[in-house]
T-cell receptor, first 110, second 115 residues
Framework: GQSLEQPSEVTAVEGAIVQINCTYQTSGFYGLSWYQQHDGGAPTFLSYNALDGLEETGRFSSFLSRSDSYGYLLLQELQMKDSASYFCAVRRGSQGNLIFGKGTKLSVKP | DTEVTQTPKHLVMGMTNKKSLKCEQHMGHRAMYWYKQKAKKPPELMFVYSYEKLSINESVPSRFSPECPNSSLLNLHLHALQPEDSALYLC??????????????FGSGTRLTVV
């Protein structure tokens, strides 16, 4: 079987830092991705980690530990527009097919 | 062009109808995907096309039939659907390669209602 676990909801205030964790158990692992999805919108690619360590892209950073089957997305200097659902997704095969976690709904309050 | 275009945006169909969803990208991506997403749920993989060939079918019922006429187009043919098939159908494409190029570009989806 396969599973990706992430918190269902997170609330934070503007300007704060929030970390969304993801643990996974999958048949086949090539890398961990993160996607953002606003209500009514399409998922948008944020980051991809194939190797252990931290990847930084602007206010967003993503971390992977393959030995722990664990990763996280770090969002800094939160803005109201960051309120959205965030999905971790495992790239399961060489063809890039992704399996998504259940998503974390982030609410950013003033 | 950095978009994936899906048509129609909304579709209502009866259980005896036949309809098709269309997806188009002009980014030169060689992998294309169909996902199904129910409300407040994650996208679920349905089909993967790699270099215009079907490479993965996630045990999808035969009432869903994918087609890839060329490297830019992906269709999903629908026939005899059930009300529980009502969902947002997302098309995506990716380049492959390393790092960020594995990121998917998603279309805005077709919201399908089966009555």
């Amino acid at each position: 079987g396969q599973s990706l676990e992430q918190p269902s909801e997170v609330t934070a205030v503007e300007g704060a830092i929030v970390q969304i964790n993801c643990t996974y158990q999958t048949s086949g692992f090539y890398g961990l991705s993160w996607y953002q999805q606003h209500d009514g919108g399409a998922p948008t690619f944020l980051s991809y980690n194939a190797l252990d360590g931290l990847e930084e892209t602007g206010r967003f950073s993503s971390f992977l530990s393959r030995s722990d089957s664990y990763g996280y997305l770090l969002l800094q200097e939160l803005q109201m527009k960051d309120s959205a659902s965030y999905f971790c997704a495992v790239r399961r095969g060489s063809q890039g097919n992704l399996i998504f976690g259940k998503g974390t709904k982030l609410s950013v309050k003033p | 062009d950095t978009e994936v275009t899906q048509t129609p945006k909304h579709l209502v169909m009866g259980m005896t109808n036949k309809k098709s969803l269309k997806c188009e990208q002009h980014m030169g991506h060689r992998a294309m995907y169909w996902y199904k997403q129910k409300a407040k749920k994650p996208p679920e993989l349905m089909f993967v096309y790699s270099y215009e060939k079907l490479s993965i079918n996630e045990s999808v019922p035969s009432r869903f039939s994918p087609e890839c006429p060329n490297s830019s187009l992906l269709n999903l043919h629908l026939h005899a659907l059930q009300p529980e098939d009502s969902a947002l159908y997302l098309c995506a494409s990716s380049q492959g390669g390393t790092g960020a190029s594995y990121g998917y570009t998603f279309g805005s989806g077709t919201r399908l209602t089966v009555v």
